[in-house]
Every structure is written in C-alpha cells, then in structure tokens.
C-alpha cells in the first residue's frame, strides 16, 4: 500500500511561485509514475504533470513552461514547483501514484489548498 502526503499549499498573489511536496511511504518511490492533478471549485480534477522512470516528464498544456515537477528518490518524495502563478491556477492540488504497469492512478493525496489571488 502507497501513502501519499502533500504539503506547500496556501494563499499567494499573482506572479508568486510556491513548490509543493508530495512524501510517498510504503513503495519504492522509483517504481512508481507520480502525477498531481488538481480540481477548482465546480470543475472537475485534472491533470496538471507527471514523472516517472528515468525522470521524464510529462505537463498540461496550461502548465507548461511555468510548473516543474521533480522528484528525490533518496527522501521517496516528489516536488511540484509552481511558478508565475495566475488565479486560475487555484485548486485543491492532488498528488497521486500508480504502478507503472497500469494505466490508472491507484494512489491519492489528501490534497493540498492553493489559492491565488489576483
């Protein structure tokens, strides 16, 4: 079983950056595929990057260029820096984890509050 913690949410204004964290236990952090996603008020979750074997990565269209994910697999955690946010940029920020083999994320975060205000 794969538990997943986030943490590095808040309230920020337009321009400003944030990293969140995502500490995985209970699996090798490098046999897995880590994604955040993310979900606003009256919407629904979507994908927001991912990372996985060999460090690729993979970015929403509306991302790209401003958010990086990484990941340290000595601390079994994954990063998700956020930068030159904008207000649409706030959700509630999932992180999840599956096996590399399937398709669907198994695995999910609590999630973590971003808002930003303009």
């Known amino acids: 079983q794969v538990q997943l913690v986030e943490s590095g949410g808040g309230l920020v204004q337009a321009g400003d950056s944030l990293r969140l964290s995502c500490a995985a236990s209970g699996r090798t952090f490098s046999s897995l595929v880590m994604g955040w996603f993310r979900q606003a008020p009256g919407k629904e979750r979507e994908f927001v990057a991912r990372?996985?074997?060999?460090?690729?990565?993979l970015y929403a269209n509306s991302v790209k260029g401003r958010f990086t994910i990484s990941g340290d697999n000595a601390k079994n955690t994954v990063y998700l820096q956020m930068n030159d946010l904008k207000p649409e940029d706030t959700a509630i920020y999932y992180c999840?984890?599956?096996?590399?083999?399937?398709?669907?994320?198994?695995?999910w975060g609590q999630g973590t509050q971003v808002t930003v205000s303009s």
């Open positions: 999840a984890a599956r096996y590399v083999a399937n398709s669907e994320y198994s695995h």
């Open positions: 990372i996985w074997t060999g460090g690729r990565t």
